[in-house]
């Protein structure tokens, strides 16, 4: 990635939000004037009052038919009114300001104001609409958030990321994980506060786009409230930016309380969510309930429910419950956080100092309780199951299934658990190989970019690395971590280790054959495939196949790539049958209500997958005869 610091320079060169403030703080529009005697008589007739009817100017286009019982204060300008404005629903009703107090603010052409207790010192953007609304105000000289520290990881600080509109989970994570790179940290802040800087020389007033809807909200303050934007029903809005646009709005409605806070392009806070001193990165959300303080959500997550502090959570991270999720980096994300699960042990009784790192795709089941501090980087897309507990520890094996023990073994330790090294791959490649496809579907953010595939070089490479350690064990019954520290708190059975064995060859053997079949597709002349130069990608895949097939030709691995793929199909659809054969065990009629895993729309799609590849992979293998 660009250095942090370029990256807070780059955004405040295209800032929304400068712009924004510089076109609310500069002067009032050209053909601003003062009323006329008549109008002034008209505004009085229609009930309008003001403090000094010399401070307030008007532009072509008003009418004074359209400000009725509005008391104003100080300078003001009031641009066309009359302009049919929705409101939404599909309703229209014409601009212009009506049972509201207005002080000091800039009302563009077709704004409609409607029954504000208070609106003072705003800048309001043409088409936006204010109703039903208490207090809407702010004061000159803000920052909003800008330049405020989230202590992401440590609640007590030592992993802060400086806060800019548009930031980013890469830069947070560059930031709070590499503590010390000092220079660059020291670099990023300085580039952070010069943003501030440039915020509080622009901030005169307060800016509520064009287009924005700001309607029944208890109070609106200090806030910075993008174009576009819907603010309904909210509870409160306070010393906050709302980047939006016409096609991407940021939401904050129905009693959601924002404070602090950055709610990027197309996020969301609603039913009742709270989210304080924090970042909601593009198209993320918080609902019904949820509480978000002291965190950085990445794109395309949502929060409900349940609690996060503290934290820095990656993109496509479900959390739909009632949970916990305490002092967590986890910029990879693409998880799951179950009911109950209590991800949130920092407190030692000493000081709430203690932190978690999950690695990408973690699944934390139902009830969990995970102890700190914990490391899973090393181990994604593993699954902690329902209802276990686990000890301090740092685990690197990729793919892997954490579960309470189902045997007693003498002299081990009852607080261990199972671990069953690449049994996900293994027994569960549905979860894998849908995850891919979800999260490609599901994506609508536009400025961050993602990594779908699971199988790519780093994960490859933690997978690599995992099956030599495994393969270099001597036969034992089972086995810890002082066999192998990378088991963390848990044990491995004999025929666990064997299982993983099986299971991280069949990810390394797809890895790389994929990666053969795609450079034979390419053009590749068959000859110097495996020995001429290879760059990038392919340099990557074929060491890994070499590892996996140290002797074999270009036809013998086609041939293997074939059985690797209906494996692949196989281990898909028969990881979905499990839960057929259990839920015919235990539900009535459960096959005339559930779809059996071979007419499961994924399990369907894989296999067609399949049989694609396995066409082009037999028809290259005709062309070597």
């Known amino acids: 990635m660009n250095d942090p610091a ?54 072509s286009g008003f009418d004074p038919r359209h400000i009725v019982r509005a008391a104003f204060v100080g300078d003001v300008v009031i641009g066309r009114t009359g302009v049919p404005v929705d409101i939404g629903g599909g309703v229209s009703i014409p601009s212009g300001i009506c049972d509201s107090t207005v002080s000091g603010c800039v009302v563009c052409d077709g704004a409609l104001i409607r029954d504000v207790s208070l609106l003072h010192n705003a800048w309001v953007g043409g088409g936006a609409v204010l109703m039903r609304c208490g207090r809407v105000w702010s004061a000159p000289g803000r920052v909003f958030c800008v330049g405020m520290e989230i202590p992401v990881g440590i609640e007590t600080g030592g992993r802060e990321v400086a806060v800019y509109p548009e930031l980013t989970v890469e830069v947070a994570a560059e930031i709070a994980r590499n503590r010390g790179a000092r220079e660059t940290i020291a670099a990023y802040v300085r580039a952070v506060r010069e943003y501030a800087g440039a915020v509080r020389a622009a901030s005169a007033r307060m800016y509520i786009g064009t287009g924005a809807r700001v309607v029944s909200a208890g109070r609106v303050e200090n806030s910075f409230v993008g174009d576009f934007a819907i603010v309904d029903g909210a509870a409160r809005v306070s010393d906050s930016i709302l980047l939006s646009g016409r096609e991407e709005p940021a939401l904050v409605t129905d009693g959601a309380l924002v404070e602090s806070s950055v709610v990027q392009w197309g996020a969301s806070v609603e039913s009742g969510a709270i989210v304080s001193r924090s970042v909601m990165c593009e198209h993320s959300h918080a609902e019904r309930m949820g509480k978000v303080a002291d965190s950085i959500i990445g794109p395309n997550t949502g929060v409900a429910q349940g609690e996060v502090t503290a934290s820095l959570v990656g993109p496509f991270v479900g959390f739909h419950h009632q949970a916990l999720l305490i002092a967590t980096i986890w910029p990879e994300g693409k998880g799951n956080v179950a009911h109950g699960a209590d991800v949130g042990s920092n407190h030692p009784s000493r000081a709430p100092d203690q932190e978690i790192w999950p690695g990408e795709g973690a699944f934390f089941g139902l009830g969990c309780q995970i102890k700190f501090p914990s490391d899973f980087s090393r181990a994604p897309y593993s699954v902690f199951a329902t209802g276990i507990f686990t000890l301090p520890q740092k685990l690197t094996y990729p793919f892997s299934l954490i579960s309470p023990p189902d045997a ?23 979860m894998v190989r849908r995850n891919e496809t979800k999260y490609r579907k599901r994506n609508r953010a536009r400025r961050s970019r993602f990594e779908f595939e699971v199988l790519r070089p780093e994960i490859v490479d933690m997978v690599r690395d995992a099956l030599a350690r495994l393969s270099a064990l001597r036969a034992k019954p089972f086995y810890t971590d002082e066999d192998e520290p990378g088991f963390g708190k848990n044990y491995v ?13 069949l990810a390394l053997r797809l890895y790389s054959l994929s990666g053969l079949a795609r450079e034979l597709e390419g053009g590749r002349d068959p000859e110097a495939v495996l020995s001429g130069p290879a760059e990038g990608r392919w340099a990557h895949e074929r060491e890994v196949l070499r590892e996996m097939y140290p002797a074999a030709d270009v036809r013998s691995l086609l041939g293997e790539y074939m059985g690797v793929l209906e494996a692949v199909g196989s281990r898909v659809e028969r990881s979905k049958m499990k839960d057929d054969a259990r839920g015919a065990r235990i539900i009535p009629g459960y096959a005339d209500a559930h779809r059996p895993a071979a007419e499961d729309d994924f399990v369907r799609e894989t296999w067609k997958d399949v049989r694609v590849r396995q066409e082009r992979v037999f028809r290259m293998m005709e062309r070597l005869r």
């Not at 060169?13 to 529009?29: D, I, K, T």
């Not at 007693?408 to 549905?430: C, I, K, T």
């Not at 299982?499 to 991280?504: H, K, L, R, S, T």
């Open 6 to 59: 370029e990256r807070v320079r780059e955004a405040m060169a295209g800032s929304e939000l400068l712009a924004g403030l510089r076109a609310a703080g500069g002067p009032a529009p050209a053909d601003a004037r003062p009323l006329t005697g008549a109008e002034i008589a008209a505004l009085e007739a229609g009930g309008s009052r003001a403090e000094d009817w010399s401070r307030v100017r008007v532009t």
């Open 493 to 505: 059975t004999a025929a666990g280790r064997a299982d993983g064995i099986e299971a991280y060859r």
């Open 408 to 430: 007693a073994y003498p002299g081990l330790s009852p607080a261990l658990n199972e671990l069953r090294p690449g049994w996900v791959f293994a027994d569960n490649l549905y």
